[in-house]
């Protein structure tokens, strides 16, 4: 096959660049000519930067850094708020043009996209480089942003491709160059390797990518446990997870929610109250879609942007807000102090079944014994409710505050 690539599988990996950014250009395209950042809503108190284009980039502005720090290195930095209906638009033309090549699309997120074209290339000339080339140069002329694509012989190595070179550029990577390519980089660019995993890799000696290749796959297993088989495969590219149709509905497999307050939140009943809003929201989309959750988790982010999280599995599989909310607050009381500020709380659900599957699992933390069919009429009953006159007709467990932004 031309191009290096082999011929197991061949696995692009397709990365707007700078996507939200690219999309605010498009709505106006003087702002191509200045340093521009996309930012949440400062009034309601998410301002931080979500994207930026290339000009703000030379200013070392990064994203999800509050707005005032970037403002101080570049004062005349031009803020516009995000539009994302527009972005979903722009991300649904990108993708009709990639089905015009497989079907096998697997949006990894609004700017990110797996196509697996190992069936198909010989249709488009037989070169996996000419034809990423040719999908970038597509979008560019018709959609009006740029891409960088990685190619490769699995995912996540396709995936570190398309970081390689940025932007609008294609990397192949070959199970030939790999050594000169991937191993190389550091280890804190290897898929599923975090801060404090990464800090503990360097604890062993393990540097870059190729370090890990080489290091004592039952030894690192003894150390991190399953995370280590994940990682240890990863560096070597054993990597065989499909891409998935782009016509098959893609399984949910966690629901949450998640508001920074316009004020922070003080003291147990604050919070109560917004976790309860955040677990209603929750509930209510499980049963839309006939789920139980057996995972709950809770995300706390304080006024210094330091974040908190737990999870707990449960005993019985749920979609109600009341039994949500008490294991919520659960793990809340036992991870955080009253007295601390809370800017941001988030609620998942995760563990998903469906609502008729029996779950039992030893691992748990048994919420209060309440009447469970009780409580799932009373909520069944919300619903219907609300479908009749609205989302806002009816509440449960927690009120309207303009002070924090509960609505």
Known sequence: MKGGVPTDRIIFHCDCNSFFASCEELLDPTLKEVPMAVTGDPESRHGIILAKNQRAKAYGINTAEPIVYALRKCP??????????????????????????????????????????????????????VLADSIRERIKEEIGITISVGVSFCKTIAKFGSDYKK???????????????????????????????????????????????CFDKIKLCGILGKQGLSLWDNANGND????????????????????????????????????????DSVACRLRKDNKKCTVVQVAIKDPEFRTMQRQVTLKKATALQREITDVAMTLIKGNWSPTQPVRLLSV??????????????????????NNSEKQEKIENTLDDIRKKFGSGAIKFGYFKNDETGIK
């Open 240 to 279: 065989n997870s499909p891409v998935a149709s782009f016509y098959d509905k893609q399984e949910v497999k966690s629901i949450g929610n998640a508001m920074t307050f316009r004020r922070d939140l003080t003291g147990y009943d604050e919070i109560k109250s917004g976790i309860s809003f955040l677990s």
């Open 76 to 129: 005349k930095l031009v803020c516009v708020r995000s539009h994302h209906g527009f972005y979903e638009e722009i991300c649904e033309k990108i993708n009709k043009i990639y089905v015009q090549y497989t079907d096998l699309v697997e949006k990894a997120s609004i700017d990110e996209s797996y196509l697996d074209v190992t069936n198909t290339i010989h249709l488009f000339g037989g070169d996996a480089k």
């Open 348 to 369: 998942t659900a995760s563990g998903l079944t469906n609502e008729d599957e029996d779950f039992s699992q030893m691992n748990f933390l048994e919420a209060a014994e």
């Open 167 to 213: 932007p609008d550029a294609t990397t192949v990577i070959t199970r030939e160059n790999m050594k000169d390519i991937f191993h190389t980089a550091d280890i804190s660019e290897l898929f599923l390797a975090g801060k404090k995993t990464t800090e503990k890799l360097r604890t062993l000696g393990i540097y870059t990518i190729g370090d890990l290749a």
